[in-house]
């Protein structure tokens, strides 16, 4: 078949993915080319750029702010998604059975979710406050009030519990899905074998689960590493950089006019995150 | 706070887009329009301390939009001068939009390198070190020709101001609001204790010490505290009043690890420690709660606080008074405030600088007060009895003449394009001082190394 004949054949399937590529040619492909470039020059926007090769990539890497924010950002991960998931298939387990309000259940849990990070950030920013509810309960209990934002050892710790709270509704959505998805002649089976309710789970429900499982984790990990709004909305990176995280210094560049630094730090993120999820996928392979 | 800049982010991403897929043209209407009402400044330039000056052109009466972006929000003095803005020039309309101080630093920077820059802007006089010395801004004394109201520019402000709206010998903004800080202490309070208005650091720490009160009688003093605010604005309120500097002379290194600065840190570390002191960083949001609750009955900030205090905590009318700020061996204080600016890639500059000399007529001078609660930055306008009259708010007393003395030994951040750097740098060793996880001498020098560094690039 002829390329020409070929393409006709298939003219209609472009034609009809053709506003979808439009969009991604022109607001992905062409920015991402473009801050490629801009990466490897010195550019402040009004200027016109200098090339620079490699230099953003050597201050960006050496730079202490920097690397706090990348410190931050895996631990950040780290936490985040130690619990989250965790805590998003405890719920999913305990909402799959034949519970009651099941669906207020799964609404409230989900709620959170579907609210902007910015007015859940918000809130929590209440809460944590000195004169908030968490420390009203503290101090109801006799312990002297805490800082969780202004102190530097909390303010992370803090910003993850918030993130956690937001997005874990999303987890336990997926893995209720998942888990439902599971045919129930797999749990009969193991019963008549014998299997207990943790032996069920370990070689039922997590075999069963593992692309859920690596679907939460490829998808948490990179907006984990993307985080933002949070931040900005709760310490602005403080105290004294405790918070900052890849994202926020990013930003910060980009402020002060470095939009080749900025670049530089996309793309080490980027990269940083290629390779990440290309090794998340191998191992989900293997297992597999 | 609104704060949603990852999407200003990504907004910004796609205008920077935009901008590079062509700039959108504003259409000139093709009616001619009437002939200029406005007579033009008078071409006898006098020279200024920093102008090159150039002949002022004629006014060219083609009918533009010019676009307006002002950060002052709802108390804003920019929006009611527009109507009689465009009654007197009639071939300009004026396109005003309302953005929020936190965002306007970001989108005018995107709106700049994207070639959709407005005419003019209300600008944040700390972001103009960063800005001009990325050549963001117009040079102003070449397009007023050295100019003002037909008046000589340097007519109109004080030396500390003029200093302030000067980038490498040239104006870059007009200076519309100024920004210094006296002590805004409860006047009731100190009466009822019989305090006395304290006007030197030692003063400022017994009378904080003797104001302080534990409510719940646990010994730990918990309201009527003074407001430390770990910050650039209002260290260097305390370094320069100890006669320290932020940067060297030349502003190639950093000088605020001196003495004076140890010293600076000491005091407020001081007040914290004894309990007098209540520790608010900017991310616990403005200090008014803490007012309101009655947590704070000291601080320091500057003349807008006025209008602040004023709508933010009516029930205290006549409670507060205004003191010029307790010093070490010298008054000192930050000088800072709004400038209107027009960008570089501004389509009209002719019409925005007619624009910006009627913002900074006195008549519209005195509107930053009276609508704002700010303290205009003209000279004319400081002087008009609005805003010499006796304020019932703070007890009758006239609290610009505190703030227009404190201006008179006000000095601006360095004009270094490296300074929104250096002031985090600066507030991450206050903090990390005043927390304790650093003596101030390590903790400023952890700093000063810092600011070395980026002011070398």
Known sequence: MTWRRRFRGASAGYLLIAPALAATVLFLVI??????????????????????????????????????????????????????????????????????????????FFLPTMTSLVVVATIWKFLYSDAG????????????????????????PAVVVTSIWQGFGFETVVFLAALQSIPRTFYEAASIDGAGRWAKFRW???????????????????GSFQTYDQIFVMTNGGPIQATRTIVFDLVDRFNRLDLGGASAVAYILVVFLAILSYLQLRIGEERD | ???????????????????????????????PPPSAQASAAPASAAPSQAAAVSPVPSIDTTPVAITVWDYYGESTPVKPALAGFEKEYPWITVDYQALDW?????????????????????????????????????????????????????????????DAMTFDGKFVTMLFDFDTYALYYRADLFAKKGIAVPTTWDELRAAAKQLAESSKGSGKPDRYLYAIRPNTFHFSQFLFQDGGTILNADNTKAAFNSAAGVAAVQIQKAMLDDGSGLYWPDANNDLLPAITSGQVAMFADGPYYMGLLKTGVPDQSGDWKIAPAPYATQPGSYLGGTGLGIPVGAKHKDAAWLFIQYMLRPEQQVGVFTYAGA???????????????????????????????????????????????????????????????????????DAASQTDDALAK
């Open chain 1, 31 to 108: 920015p991402m080319v473009v801050s490629a470039y801009w990466s490897l020059t010195s550019y402040n926007g009004i200027k016109p750029p200098e090339f620079v090769g490699l230099q953003n990539y050597v201050d960006v890497l050496g730079n202490s702010r920097f690397q706090k924010a990348f410190e931050n950002t895996i631990a950040f991960v780290i936490l985040g998604m130690g619990i989250g998931p965790a805590l998003g298939l405890g719920s999913a387990l305990l909402l799959d059975r034949s519970l009651r309000l099941r669906g207020l259940f799964r609404a409230a």
């Open chain 1, 133 to 156: 509810i968490i420390n009203a309960v503290i101090g109801f209990v006799g312990l002297p009030a805490v800082s969780w934002l202004s102190n530097p050892t909390t303010a992370l």
């Open chain 1, 204 to 222: 039922v429900t997590l075999p069963a689960l593992r692309p859920t499982i690596l679907f939460v984790y490829v998808i948490g990990i990179i």
């Open chain 2, 1 to 31: 706070m609104t704060r949603a800049r990852r999407l200003a982010t990504l907004a910004a991403v796609m205008a920077i887009l935009a901008g590079a897929c062509g700039g959108a043209a504003t259409p000139a209407p093709s009616a």
């Open chain 2, 102 to 162: 936190d965002s306007m630093n970001e989108k005018f920077t995107v709106g700049v390198s994207s070639g959709e820059a407005p005419d003019v802007a209300t600008l944040d006089m700390t972001w103009i070190p960063t800005l001009a010395a990325n050549g963001a801004l117009e040079d102003l004394s070449t397009i007023s020709g050295g100019q003002l109201n037909g008046t000589p520019i340097a007519d109109h402000y004080t030396k500390g101001a003029l």
């Open chain 2, 375 to 445: 303290a205009p930055a003209t000279t004319a306008a400081l002087e008009s009895p609005e805003l010499t009259k006796p304020d019932p708010y703070f007890g009758g007393q006239a609290p610009f003449k505190v703030f227009l003395d404190s201006m008179a030994t006000s000095t601006h951040f360095p004009y270094v394009g490296a300074w929104t750097e250096i002031d985090t740098f600066i507030t991450d060793s206050l903090q990390s001082a005043l927390l304790g996880q650093a003596t101030p001498q390590a903790a400023l020098d």
